[in-house]
Structures are given as C-alpha cells and as structure tokens.
C-alpha cells in the first residue's frame, strides 16, 4: 500500500500511469484528500474501477486521534495513533490570526536532553514526510478551518530526519496541498551543526529556531548531550553560514531553569555569544517534568531575566505557556499516557 499523502502530484500521477490509470485522476484525488475528504468512496468524480484500483493499491494514512485533551487556554492536544499503531503528539493552538498546529518529526527522539521527555525512551523511528501532513490534516479537521502556522516542534530532531523533513516542507507548502506559506513555518532544532548547513541550503523561507538553552559550552553539555558532538562553536559558525547565506532572523529558545540558566552571567555569556546575530530571544519557563531534575523559575525571575536581555538590545519574548495543563510540552502527554498503561488521562475520547 503506498500513502498518498507521502506523494507529490508528479508522483502520483506516475503510480498511476504505472497501473494503467489516466494521470489527470492525480489532481482530482489529491484535491479531494486537501478538501478533507479521505476515504476514495466519496471522491465522486472518480469512476467505479478507479476507486476500486485505489483501494487495493493505495491508502490515505490520516493517524487517528485517539485521544484529545482541551487546555483552559483553549489549546488542544492529540494523541495520534499511526499505521503500525506508534503513538505521536500533535498541538492544535488558536491564536487571533488563526490556527496553528505543532507536529512531531519522530517516533521518540535520539538526542537525550536531560529536561525533556520525549527523548526517555530513544528514536523508535523516523516519520515519513506524509505522515507528517497526516498529523495537520487530522488536526485541521478538529479545527474546522484552515492552518496557517505550523511548527516542527513536537516530540523528535527535525535535523535528524532530514531529508524527510525537507521533502515535507516542499510539499506542505506547494500550492496543491496545504498551501501553508514558509514564513509561517518554524523549524526547532537542538544544534546539528552540518545539517543546519544542509538546512542554509535549502534556500528556503521557514525560520529557523535554535534550541540553546545554555550560552557555555561547558554548562550547554550538561543539559544537552548533542553538544557532545556539535560545541558552540561549531554551532554558531553554522549559524553564521545560514544568517549570511538567508539573511533570515533566528530565533532562539531558552527554556529557564531555576538556578541554572536564570542568572545575571548567563545573561552576560548569552549577549557576548549572540553578538553579531540578526537574532530573537524567546524565553520558556521549563515544563516541569515527572521525575525531572528541574524547577522552573518564579515570574518575577523570568521578568529580570528578559528585562536584563532587553538592556543588551536583544530582542526577547517570554512564550506564552500554552496548555501547561495538559502536558503539552514534548512528549509529557504521551508519557503519562505510557506510564498510566496506556489508560486514561483525562480529557476527550474520540
Ligand atoms: N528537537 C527539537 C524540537 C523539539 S522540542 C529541538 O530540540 O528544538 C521543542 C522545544 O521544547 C525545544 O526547544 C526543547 O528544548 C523544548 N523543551 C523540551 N522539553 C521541555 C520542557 N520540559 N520544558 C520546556 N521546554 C522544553
């Protein structure tokens, strides 16, 4: 069975020249499947012997959503069930200008940062390009409406699944599908610096947004173990490269830990580093994590450490906390999921 949504029209239109069936019938399947339409008996343009051809040798893979928590903020969060039955998170957000989605890029996660709980278990697998479209379509049709942001910031390396992930970004964009602009993408990386090269390369307009979290390489290792292999000074010339090759702002994410990174010299080693940067600061109060290690600071020091990022001229953002209450954060929902054996943990079933 080949998923549609893993194709491109020229794609298709060749798996179908292949199995004897006119290629004009790709733009029709592929708007109906964008017009939220999935199941090949309701595509009524199409004949009898399409639609039965179809059905043996093709498959529209939208994950399930099995489970579907509602924040107080109005947030919501998805457990999506895929094909081979993995389970993967996916946010809806609302905001005034309209929705947007965040998706995971992996089953799992390889890079091991101590704060986050997405990683506990390793990298189970990497996600196809199309069921990462799956994760939008399945979201757009809770929506109810268009998607108009999106971030790949759920559980998983997006660098690490490159070439998926690349061949993603061709595709959401395209006119054909979901027809989400680049500048409204945001891609969230750890650091692997040579792939963040091959990402300059692309020569594409999705923003690019650098996990950091610690400006010394000393302190950055502790927390983040990709560090290991990718230092800050291997980071940041990558950075250089993709800034002077784009031109584009970065942003980077700060998740403040009590007593770790909040302080005045991290803000001084964070100016000295960011130097030079066409940059943004956008700092997130860590997402206490069950068993974790770490304490999220109180407001008033969240407050004196942007004010403090602020008085150096770096642009800086505290993010809105959304559906902390439904451990929207990487991987919690799906843990506490796991951890309750796969049992309730409140919210919608669907
Ligand atoms: N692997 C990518 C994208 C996924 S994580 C990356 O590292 O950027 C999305 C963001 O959430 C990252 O900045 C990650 O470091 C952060 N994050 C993970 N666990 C967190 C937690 N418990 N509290 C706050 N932020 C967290």
């Known amino acids: 069975m080949i998923n549609i949504l893993d194709l491109t029209p020229e794609e298709l239109k060749q798996k179908l020249k292949e199995s004897g069936e006119k290629p004009f019938r790709a733009d029709q399947i592929l708007n109906w499947i964008y017009e939220g339409v999935f199941s090949f008996d309701d595509m009524k343009n199409l004949g009898e012997g399409t639609r039965a051809l179809l059905k043996r040798e093709f498959s ?96 998983g390396e997006p660098l690490d699944n490159f070439d998926e992930v690349a061949r993603f970004l061709g595709m959401v964009s395209s006119p054909w599908g979901l027809a989400i602009g680049q500048r409204h993408i945001t891609l969230s990386t750890c650091g692997i610096a040579p792939r963040i090269r091959d990402f300059a390369d692309l020569d594409n307009q999705v923003t690019l947004a650098i996990s950091l979290h610690q400006p010394t390489q ?29 031109n584009r702002r970065i942003s980077f994410e700060y998740a403040l830990v009590d007593g770790v990174n909040d302080t005045p010299e991290a803000a001084q080693a964070l100016r000295v580093l960011l130097r030079g940067l066409k940059c943004h600061v956008n700092l997130i109060p860590l997402n206490e994590i069950k068993d974790g290690l770490y304490k999220k600071p109180d407001l008033k020091k969240i407050e004196a450490f942007r004010a403090r990022l602020e008085s150096f001229n770096i642009p800086t953002t505290i993010r809105r906390e959304m559906g902390s209450d439904i451990d929207a ?19 919608e079933d669907v």
């Open 329 to 347: 954060a990487c991987g919690q929902l799906k843990r506490s999921f796991l951890d309750q054996g796969g049992d309730d943990v409140g919210g």
């Open 218 to 246: 000393a302190e950055r290792q502790k927390l983040m173990p990709v560090a290991w292999q990718h230092d800050l000074t291997s980071l940041f010339e990558a950075l250089r490269y993709y800034q002077t090759k784009t």
């Open 60 to 155: 529209v893979d939208v994950p399930e959503i099995i489970k579907l928590l509602k924040s107080v903020d109005g947030t919501r969060k998805g457990l999506l069930k895929l094909k081979d039955s993995h389970i993967i998170e996916a946010v809806l957000m609302k905001y005034e200008h309209g929705y947007s989605v965040c998706i995971s890029t992996q089953v799992g996660c390889r890079m091991g940062c101590s704060f986050c709980a997405s990683t506990k278990e390793g990298l189970i697998r990497n996600l196809t390009a199309g069921e990462m479209i799956g994760q939008i379509l399945a979201l757009q049709q809770v929506a109810g409406e268009r998607i108009s942001n999106l971030v790949l910031m759920g559980s």
